[in-house]
């Protein structure tokens, strides 16, 4: 044994506590290799050979260790959550969960109320934990179509809702946490089970690009209205602006809504007459500025416009 061995003794430090054990084996990990044997009078009776890992269960999926036990445990867990909360039938499956709500119409009380959407390979539901209450569901079967549609929030965003229409011809809004995820789970899982299949709401990621480029959003706050720089997108669907630092985009307008487009006197963000004014038959006025407002100005009046093929800048 050299020198430099006897720093791999086992050392005791009476500064050392319990947390710091703790974090370790949770961060690290630890691999423990024990020999016993367990003798009475000198005569062994009992032999005890362990090899073990010890660690947090993020160190050792990290490492490829128990990932199947994992998996497992999880299904599991989900599976009898969500069997008592929304009562699963036996062959009934979920698919996706997450945070939403259901807007309550045409009753004394109107209103978006919180819980939990749940798609399953046979229903929609959007149940609120507590008190445990359905506040909406439908069978996928009664199910006729299914698109995104932006609505204007307190402040003057816009979010994007699920819009379900079912056979009755009636419609629901629900929100999501990822609308354009549950969206896309809805689809296919309703596919080939319709006659007519379910339709599904184009993507604005999937139609051919108008324009796209830099502009700024004067989004209007609380506090007032304030200019924010971002990237826009126009489809002859919709035009779509986010903010780098958003996750969501703030502002979504249909074509179809939007009745004009003109420029505005003045100076902007962008310099002197380059604020767009886009009028909407709901919503008034949003105003945008960019670098090349006659080319936003033509792509936007041609998109709006029934009837004329706008062309890609």
Do not use: C
Request: aromatic share 4%; charged share 25%; proline share 6%.
């Amino acid at each position: 044994m050299t020198a430099d061995s006897s720093a791999m003794r086992p050392t005791r430090d009476p500064r050392v506590t319990l947390d710091d054990l703790v974090e370790v084996l949770l961060n690290k990990g630890a691999v423990l290799h024990l020999d016993l044997i367990v003798a009475v009078a000198d005569i062994p009776l009992i032999g005890v050979s362990i090899r073990a890992a010890v660690a947090g269960m993020e160190t050792m999926l990290e490492y490829g260790m128990m990932r199947h036990w994992d998996e497992a445990t999880r299904a599991w867990a989900e599976r009898s959550v969500a069997r008592r909360a929304l009562d699963l039938r036996e062959d009934e499956g979920i698919i996706r969960t997450m945070r939403g709500g259901h807007l309550l119409t045409g009753g004394i009380y109107q209103g978006w109320r919180p819980g939990t959407v749940h798609l399953t390979d046979q229903r929609l539901v959007v149940l609120r934990e507590e008190p445990r209450e359905i506040l909406w569901q439908t069978e996928l079967d009664e199910v006729r179509a299914a698109r995104l549609v932006p609505e204007q929030t307190v402040g003057g965003a816009e979010s994007l809702r699920l819009e379900v229409t079912r056979a009755d011809g009636s419609r629901e809004l629900l929100s999501a946490r990822d609308p354009e995820a549950l969206l896309d789970l809805l689809t296919r899982t309703r596919a080939g089970r319709l006659t007519p299949a379910l339709p599904a709401s184009p993507s604005t990621d999937e139609q051919p690009s108008l324009a796209e480029g830099r502009l700024w959003f004067h989004e209007p706050r609380q506090s007032g209205p304030l200019w924010r720089g971002g990237q826009a997108r126009l489809t002859a669907d919709r035009l779509v602006w986010r903010s780098p630092v958003d996750s969501r985009p703030a502002l979504v307008l249909p074509t179809a809504d939007i009745v004009g487009v003109r420029r505005l006197p003045g100076y902007g963000p962008a310099g002197e007459g380059n604020v767009l004014a886009v009028a909407t038959a709901a919503d008034g006025e949003t105003h945008l500025a960019a670098d090349d407002p006659v080319a936003w100005e033509e792509q936007l009046n041609a998109a709006r416009s029934p009837g004329t093929e706008a062309v890609a800048r």
